[in-house]
């Protein structure tokens, strides 16, 4: 009769095992697609500003253009044309970053570091653990009671 009731209980263990593996590996996929669909929404944001950044230089940078270019024509110099050199590389590079393929460039050099240049990346004195966060913890609190 024991044994019956023991095999029952190891059964019902085994389920319930496989159970909260499940539930876990759930609540995982769960929490990384919600951190992919944040991620998405803040890089959609990010070219949504850039866009709308673009409008308001590319506006700036043609009446400044047009003045610079009507000085530089009237006063017969044309260092009034020199401020459009810098303005013209923030133009480009609001553009491209907006339009252009920018995103794929960085995703694609980040990719390259990722794989190549694994070094660069490490964090000092290495991972954080779950020993240095308690022995941290310990040292900063003046309540602890070591057991």
Do not use: C, H
């Amino acid at each position: 009769m024991g044994f019956i009731f023991s095999k029952s209980m190891n059964e019902n263990m085994k389920n319930q095992q496989e159970f909260m593996l499940m539930n876990a590996r759930l609540q995982l996929e769960r929490q990384l697609m919600m951190q992919n669909e944040m991620r998405e929404r803040q890089m959609a944001m990010q070219i949504a500003w850039s866009r709308e950044f673009l409008k308001y230089f590319g506006t700036f940078f043609g009446i400044a253009a047009i003045s610079l270019t009507a000085g530089a024509i009237k006063r017969k110099t044309p260092a009034f044309l020199f401020p459009l050199v810098p303005l013209s590389f923030v133009l480009t590079y609001q553009y491209d970053l907006g339009y252009g393929t920018l995103l794929q460039r960085m995703k694609g050099e980040a990719e390259n570091i990722l794989e190549t240049e694994k070094s660069k990346l490490q964090l000092p004195k290495g991972m954080i653990t779950f020993e240095s966060l308690e022995k941290s913890r310990r040292e900063q609190s003046k309540f602890f009671i070591d057991k």
